[in-house]
């Protein structure tokens, strides 16, 4: 005697498809999630590149003279110029700094600033504004959104003001 239904046989034989239909759907978005990975990947990489590139193209700048590399002493000069350039904008925009250790290392690079008086003895108005800048960032060296407003509001006076930030 025979206790299946002819029911029973039409359920299990209808649940076939929809098990194929999802190891389908499975394999699809394994897929497309690895080729997703592999472009953010790739574009993240890419990123990187490029913000090398143009480190090496600024660094050059700094020793380049038209029979090679400049002297020393200019060479210095145009390093100190840049960095004292670049430390006052990365202070203005520690708010956004999205990196922990980025921030902490700003943070000790204006403790040095300061400590070592590194950039007291330069006359531009960039470095005296790197000199602000540190103190305002080990000033408010827990309140970063605070060192930032800090660096923008005590400019030096006879700094440009750039273009797109004139009223």
Known sequence: MDHTSPDADDRASSRTPMLIGGVFVL??????GALSTTVMLRTSIGSAGDLKARDAIRMQAL???PDGRAAAATA?????SEFAHSFVISAAALDATASQDDRARIVEISRWVVDTGALAERDDA????AVI???CVVEHAQA???????VRDRMPLDVPVPEHARD
Do not use: K, M, P, Q
């Open 27 to 32: 394999l699809g978005g394994i897929f497309i």
């Open 63 to 65: 020793i380049d003279a």
């Open 76 to 80: 210095a000069e145009r390093a100190t």
């Open 126 to 129: 960039v470095s005296r504004w």
């Open 133 to 135: 800048a540190a103190r």
């Open 144 to 150: 970063v959104r605070d060192a930032a407003n800090c």
